[in-house]
Nanobody
């Protein structure tokens, strides 16, 4: 069974930076796309950024020009460099992996808390 494990969350001041990393272990599933989603209480999980095997990237509108996603599908790793963080970026960030772009089966990590506060 594939497990996705996130690391790198924490508390940062507005305007600061954080880097999240996710690594997959176990199972033999190969991913076509890996990325990050986030969720706050009472809201639906939303796309932050994801990257495909061909290095195509997709970003949520609220993080464009501030966040950068990178990954290696052969190693089953994905990272998210978050810059110019805002209080509204505060959320639990979840790593996601799929074998196809529109795959019905999604693999999720347990999430890592990111808090942006002075």
């Amino acid at each position: 069974q594939v497990q996705l494990v996130e690391s790198g969350g924490g508390l940062v001041q507005p305007g600061g930076s954080l880097r999240l990393t996710c690594e997959a272990s176990g199972g033999d599933t190969t991913f076509y796309v890996m990325g990050w989603y986030r969720q706050t209480p009472g809201k639906e999980r939303e796309l932050v950024a994801e990257i495909t095997r061909e290095d195509n990237t997709y970003y949520g509108d609220s993080v464009k020009d501030r966040f950068v996603v990178s990954g290696d599908m052969r190693k089953r790793t994905v990272s998210l460099q978050m810059n110019l963080l805002k209080p509204e970026d505060t959320a639990v960030y979840y790593c996601n992996g799929r074998a196809r772009f529109y795959a019905a089966v999604n693999f999720w990590g347990k999430g890592t808390q990111v808090t942006v506060s002075a």
